[in-house]
Each structure stands twice: as structure tokens, then as C-alpha cells.
């Protein structure tokens, strides 16, 4: 009796098992498909386009110095903004997540504006606040600073606009948490560093990571902001994508899609260890 | 350590969750905190581990206020609902906790440590668990570590929020022999937090018990259950029958005051049945029997008022009556009814007074 009914309730599933594989194939076609056309073809492209002239021109775009001077400021702009987000991000999760307050959700919709905005929006505001005839320009000039179209300008877009990854990434994670293990810990003896450092920490590490990683791939790769504040001065403020454009613009395609290329690279690099993070984090 | 709670108060926003609370536990008590839920018993509670702060009033132990002293300092062993186990650390790592985040004076050595949270761990009976992961544990088993874990510290006062809330029912009673057992060991001044009638009478050398943010008796289990101070411990504990109006009036010799409104309560076990009447019944009509066990449940229908109660009888009694079935008529007896003011929720916080207590005769 038990039996049969086992055969029953198999048989409209394996009518629907024998229709699967079309669906399935033709859902996974479609997306490959997809991928293909728009990301592996353009990638593959970039890469034969900046290997076309040979592997020695290649080395040459990306060691002249204006392209070594442009790695150079990616590498220090990322260094500065991402640490800065990071900070930040942990301690505006912290409270959002951890404390009831006024005007929570108004926190929150103000982290979201660099995700709202258009980075080139943002990078004028930069030059609206900080430019010579901006806001606060003549008290920077007064001081002998120079933020806009100099390196600290470059930064400081870049912190703007890669400022949610990490908040966003840490909220839901902390949310979810609760306050229990801290609070735990608290009545164990744990100073409130102790408690930072060996309850909290541990529990958003894979999430923390996972925000820095995404940040630190925008904050390499944004454009539109630091185009805007940059000001161009080719092997001083110029940026990898910058650069990038600007060889661009000067039919230079082969010095162009070797730099692009590197950024490409670096692109996939973050990819892969974020796939890592992510099978270890589901470990 | 004995704890004196005097005129705290506490406010959520606008919201007080406990009132001017009153409380002395002497040194070793075990103490259950009974209420329904938003009775302010696990506020209380966190008052006095210092996971909240006070509005007014003061908190001492032995002598010494502790009203304005942080967690760290009240030497506090705590015990949440849900365990919360530090997830990333293993059992033995959760139970070092304690021991590994003192100052480097204060702090025992490595082996001091194992030493301990092995013997802690042998106290819970869970030292072959020391490498797993809390993930890996069942809820039981979670729970007895969370204890371990807050008795590391070598706390003055244990305090447990609703800590068998989780678990079902078999591991629970398990877990409450066992808790009874390791107070018996330890003889630690120990808090509970329960909304459980049972679990308080049962395990609790004193019970609180607690409605809308005040105490509304303390006292033994015996007391508590015995000689319950108004309508609300009465109805709280055990299984209650509730007449008012005119099923209450035609029971007991009370004045019918318009100005009070009375509310008479009575338990299951507390009913006299017979099969006649003897002047002091109201006849009622059987609706349901169950025997089932030790004791015989049945409900019955009163004639003069339609109203329906239980009531319970040990098996024994049962036969001597004579079984009765189903729409058989039977004579109530209501000598032991309870008689309260009436609870109104407008008024719950005016202190309700015992109108009457004790046998009335009642007139058919």
C-alpha cells in the first residue's frame, strides 16, 4: 500500500524530471548566451587588442612613466579611501544596526546618496565646495592648499563614491546578529574593546571583507567622479581609467587596452577572491 | 550575596516597565521572577545584572550600592534565553571566555584556565563536547554551556532569563532537576525569569510574582499557591474557575455592593461533588468526563446560571461517587470559593485588597 503510493506520488515528478533538461538548457543557454555577448567577448577583446602588436609594446604602455605614475595614484587613492570607508562603515553599521534612535532611516537613505547619484554629479559638487571660485575656496587658498585637480581632490571623490559598500554590506549582517553574544560578553568582564575585538569582529569578518573587497574594486575603477575634480595633468593626476581614456583619445589603442587591461585584471583578481570569500564564508 | 532592591522604577520612553519595585533576596536564595509576559520580570532582571540603568531607586549588594555600577563590576553570572553562545569560538573557548579577557594580573595561567573549564564542563556533564562548535549542540546541551560559561567567572549572583524558554517540554524538566541540583551544589544566590507557573512552583524557594511592572506577592511556592494575595496571583497560578455576577452571588453570603464589583475564583480540586443534594450544592449537569490517569477532569454545566466550570477528582474519589456519565445531574459544592474585587485593566494599578475569604454558606 505504502509502497504504490510511493510510485504515485513519483510518477507526475519524474514527467516533470523528463521535461526538465530543455527548460534548463535553454535557461542556461540564454544566460551564457548573455554573458557571453556582453562581458566575456568585450573582455576577450581588451585583451587581444592590447597583446595585437606583440607582448614587448604591450610591457612598454605600461611602463612609461605617465602609466607607472598613474599606477602609482590608483594604488595610494585606494589606499586612502578604503581604510577611511572601512573605519567608517564598521562604526555607522555598528550604530544603525545595534541602537534604536530619531532619524535612523534618514541615516540610512544618506549613506545610499553615493550609490543615487551620478559620480559625475558628486565630482562637481567637489569642485563647487573646493574649487578656486567654489565655497570654501578662499580659505584653501588662503591656506596655500590645493585640493581640486591635485591628489587630495582625487581622494576625496573617491571616498564619496565608494563610501556605502561596506556600511551596506556590514547592516543586515549586524542586524541579524542582535546584541546577545555582546552582551554576553559584557557580563563576562570583557572591556568594550575586548568585546569589539573578539565578538563582534569575528562574526562580520567574511561580511567586512566582502565590503572591502567591492569597495576597493570601485575605488580603483571609478571614473566619472575623478574625471571631473582630476583636472588631467597627465603623470600627476592622472588615475588608471583616466589614463586610460586619454590614450584613448589620442588613438594610442594599443597603449590604451594594454593599461585598460591591467584594470581588467585587477577586476578579475577581486573577483576570484571574492568567489573564494564566499565559498569560505558558506563553509 | 544578597541583593536589596528598593523604589526602582524604570521607563521605556513613555513606558514604565517596572514600577517602584520592593525586593529583598537574601544570600543563596533561589529566586523565581513569575509574570506574564510584559509584567516587567526580565527588566527587572537585566536592572539588576546592570544591562539596563535605573531610573530611580537603588539596587544593593550586601550593603554595598551597586545602583550606578556597570556590569563588569557586579560580578554577575548571566544566562540569556537564547543561549547566545559565541558562535566562532568552540565549547571550551566559550567557557575560557571569562578567565581569558581579565587584565593580565588578575588573569590564570593556560593551564589554570583548562583546569578550570574542564571542571566546569565535568559540572555540566558535557566535557567530551569541549571541541565542538555551539552549532553542533542541541538546545539542551547549548543552554547547560551558556551555564558553565557564566559560572567561570565565579559570580556572586546568577541570574537567568527565561533560560529553559526554548527548549520543549522533556528537556526542560530535565534541565530543571539539574539547575535545582547545581544550585544545591554551589549554594549561588540565583534569579530566574519564568512565565511559567509551574516551573516557578517548582523549582523556586521564593516566588515574585509580577503584573505590569509591580510585584503582587512574595512568598514560598506553598504560600504563593495556598494563600494567594489577590485575584490576579490566584488566577496566575493553577487552573481557575472565574464567577462573577450572579453565579457568584448565588454561592456566597456577600452583600451585592454596585460600588465593588466582585469576582469569586475557585480550583478544580476544590469543588465538592455529590450525587445529592445536601443544602450547600448547586446542581449541575455533567458535559464532559475524562478519567484518564490519576485524577478525573470533568465539566460541568450549572443549572442556575448556564455557567460552565471544571472540576477535578482523584480517581479514588471518582469511584467512591460512583461513576457519573455524561448529562448526569450532580450537586456542586463551592465552600472554598476565593472571593476578589474585580481586576479592571483601567484600575490594575490601585491596590487590590481580599474582600473575603474563607466558607461562606451558600444558599440554593
Known amino acids: 500500500m505504502i509502497a504504490r503510493e510511493h510510485v504515485h506520488l513519483k510518477s507526475p515528478g519524474a514527467s516533470r524530471f523528463a521535461l526538465a533538461p530543455i527548460k534548463k538548457w535553454l535557461l542556461i543557454g540564454t544566460a551564457l548566451g548573455f554573458l557571453g555577448i556582453f562581458i566575456l567577448i568585450p573582455l576577450i577583446a581588451v585583451f587581444t587588442e592590447a597583446l595585437k602588436k606583440g607582448i614587448e609594446l604591450y610591457f612598454a604602455a605600461i611602463t612609461e612613466p605617465d602609466a607607472l605614475s598613474a599606477i602609482k595614484l590608483t594604488l595610494i587613492t585606494a589606499a586612502i579611501a578604503v581604510p577611511l570607508n572601512t573605519i567608517f562603515g564598521v562604526i555607522a553599521a555598528w550604530g544603525i544596526a545595534k541602537f534604536n534612535f530619531k532619524g535612523k532611516n534618514i541615516l540610512i537613505t544618506l549613506i545610499d546618496i553615493p550609490f543615487a547619484v551620478s559620480p559625475v554629479i558628486a565630482g562637481l559638487v567637489f569642485v563647487l565646495l573646493y574649487g578656486s571660485n567654489g565655497v570654501l575656496g578662499p580659505f584653501i587658498e588662503a591656506n596655500n592648499l590645493k585640493i581640486i585637480f591635485s591628489v587630495p581632490g582625487i581622494v576625496l571623490a573617491t571616498t564619496f563614491v565608494t563610501f556605502p559598500f561596506v556600511v551596506r554590506e556590514l547592516i543586515p549582517i549586524m542586524q541579524e546578529q542582535g546584541t546577545e553574544e555582546e552582551q554576553a560578553a559584557i557580563t563576562l568582564g570583557a572591556s568594550g574593546w575586548q568585546m569589539f575585538f573578539r565578538v563582534t569582529l569575528p562574526n562580520i569578518k567574511w561580511g567586512l571583507l566582502y565590503g572591502v573587497i567591492l569597495c576597493n574594486a570601485r575605488a580603483m575603477g571609478e571614473f566619472g567622479a575623478v574625471s571631473v575634480v582630476s583636472g588631467h595633468i597627465r603623470g600627476l593626476t592622472n588615475t588608471l581609467p583616466l589614463h586610460v581614456e586619454i590614450l584613448y583619445n589620442e588613438y594610442n589603442f594599443t597603449a590604451s587596452f594594454a593599461v585598460a587591461s591591467l584594470l581588467a585584471l585587477l577586476a578579475l583578481l577581486t573577483l576570484v577572491f571574492k568567489s573564494f570569500l564566499e565559498w569560505k564564508t558558506k563553509k | ?364
Do not use: C
Open chain 2, 1 to 364: 550575596m544578597g541583593i536589596t532592591i528598593t523604589g526602582v522604577t524604570k521607563k521605556f520612553g513613555a513606558y514604565p516597565a517596572v514600577k517602584d519595585i520592593n525586593l529583598e533576596i537574601p544570600t543563596g536564595d533561589f529566586v523565581a521572577l513569575l509574570g506574564p509576559s510584559g509584567s516587567g520580570k526580565t527588566t527587572l532582571l537585566r536592572l539588576i545584572a546592570g544591562l539596563e540603568g535605573l531610573d530611580t531607586g537603588s539596587i544593593i549588594f550586601n550593603g554595598v550600592d551597586f545602583s550606578f555600577k556597570n556590569v563588569k563590576e557586579r560580578k554577575v553570572g548571566f544566562v540569556f534565553q537564547h543561549y547566545a553562545l559565541f558562535k566562532h569560538m568552540t565549547i571550551f573557548e566559550n567557557v575560557a571566555f571569562g578567565l581569558k579577557v581579565r587584565p593580565r594580573k588578575l588573569r590564570p595561567s593556560r593551564s589554570e584556565i583548562k583546569d578550570k573549564v574542564l571542571e566546569l564542563l565535568r559540572l555540566v556533564q558535557l566535557e567530551h563536547l569541549a571541541d565542538r562548535y555551539p552549532s553542533q549542540l542541541s538546545g539542551g546541551q547549548r543552554q547547560r554551556i551558556a551555564l558553565a560559561r557564566a559560572l567561570a567567572v565565579e559570580p556572586e549572583v546568577l541570574l537567568l532569563d527565561e533560560p529553559f524558554g526554548a527548549l520543549d517540554a522533556k528537556v526542560r524538566q530535565e534541565l530543571r532537576h539539574w539547575l535545582r541540583e547545581i544550585h544545591r551544589k554551589l549554594n549561588i544566590t540565583t534569579v530566574f525569569v519564568t512565565h511559567d507557573q509551574e516551573e516557578a512552583l517548582e523549582m523556586a524557594d521564593t516566588v515574585v510574582v509580577m503584573n505590569h511592572g509591580k510585584i503582587e506577592q512574595i512568598g514560598s511556592p506553598a504560600e504563593v499557591y495556598e494563600r494567594p494575595a489577590n485575584a490576579f496571583v490566584y488566577s496566575f497560578l493553577g487552573r481557575v474557575n472565574e464567577f462573577r455576577g450572579a453565579a457568584l452571588y448565588n454561592d456566597v453570603a456577600i452583600a451585592r455592593d454596585s460600588a465593588v464589583e466582585a469576582v469569586g475564583y475557585i480550583r478544580p480540586h476544590e469543588i465538592g461533588l455529590s450525587r445529592f443534594s445536601n443544602g450547600v450544592g448547586i446542581p449541575a449537569e455533567a458535559s464532559h468526563v475524562n478519567a484518564v490517569g490519576s485524577t478525573v477532569r470533568v465539566v460541568l454545566k450549572r443549572l442556575d446560571t448556564e455557567d460552565y466550570f471544571e472540576a477535578e477528582l482523584t480517581s479514588g474519589n471518582f469511584r467512591e461517587l460512583g461513576p457519573f456519565h455524561k448529562g448526569d445531574i450532580l450537586y456542586a459544592d463551592f465552600t472554598n470559593i476565593v472571593v476578589f474585587e474585580a481586576i479592571t485593566d483601567s484600575e490594575h494599578s490601585k491596590e487590590r485588597e481580599k474582600v473575603t475569604v474563607g466558607a461562606f454558606s451558600a444558599f440554593t
